[in-house]
């Protein structure tokens, strides 16, 4: 599906989106990916920057191409195709059109600990500070999430507390 976005600049843009995300009419911020190949310019459009990063992290398994990216995000949410990947679940993953086993497969090697599963990380400033100062240490999406719930709890019983506080406290 594709809408057309006209700028507060007088420039025209057509993009393709999720079917259900954007309404006809409505203002909205749209998060975009532009892709260029030989034969054309293509621009992708999201409703929020999660969803844009997940779609070029699908990307960068090769033989998966936008328009498969697409249909799988409009088929599951990013969480249950993260789910699926970690948990190496090929045959769900391998019953989103036009994915098959070999290129379920090749998607859970490719990307299996390296997505980032810690949605509470992304909400909150402080939070998504942690969670990015724990993966430059090192630690995986599974271990970050488990740290990031366990921060989650000491932050909101003091919003006040520093994220070095929060760094001492989930590495304890």
């Known amino acids: 599906m594709s809408v057309d976005i006209l700028t507060n600049g007088g420039v025209g843009y057509r993009v393709r989106v999720q079917p259900g995300d954007f309404l006809e009419g409505e203002q909205a911020k749209l998060f975009t990916s532009f892709k260029v ?28 191409g936008p328009k498969t990216a697409m249909v799988m995000l409009s088929t599951n949410s990013v969480e249950k195709i993260s789910s699926m990947i970690e948990e190496g679940d090929y045959k769900a ?14 998607i859970i090697v490719e990307l299996q600990g390296k997505l980032d599963l810690t949605p509470s990380g992304g909400k909150d400033p402080i939070l998504s500070e942690l969670s990015d100062a724990l993966k430059a240490l090192g630690y995986n999406s599974r271990e970050v999430g488990q740290m990031i719930e366990k921060a989650e709890v000491m932050y909101k019983e003091d919003s006040t507390v520093t994220i070095e506080k929060l760094i001492q406290a989930v590495l304890n």
Not at 45 to 63: H, I, M, P, Q
Not at 100 to 105: D, L, P
């Open 93 to 106: 993953l391998s019953k989103t059109p036009g994915i098959g086993e070999k290129s379920a497969k090749k």
């Open 37 to 64: 190949r030989e034969d054309s310019q293509e621009l992708y459009g999201f409703k929020d920057k999660g969803t844009r990063d997940f779609f070029e992290r699908l990307l960068s398994v090769s033989g998966v």
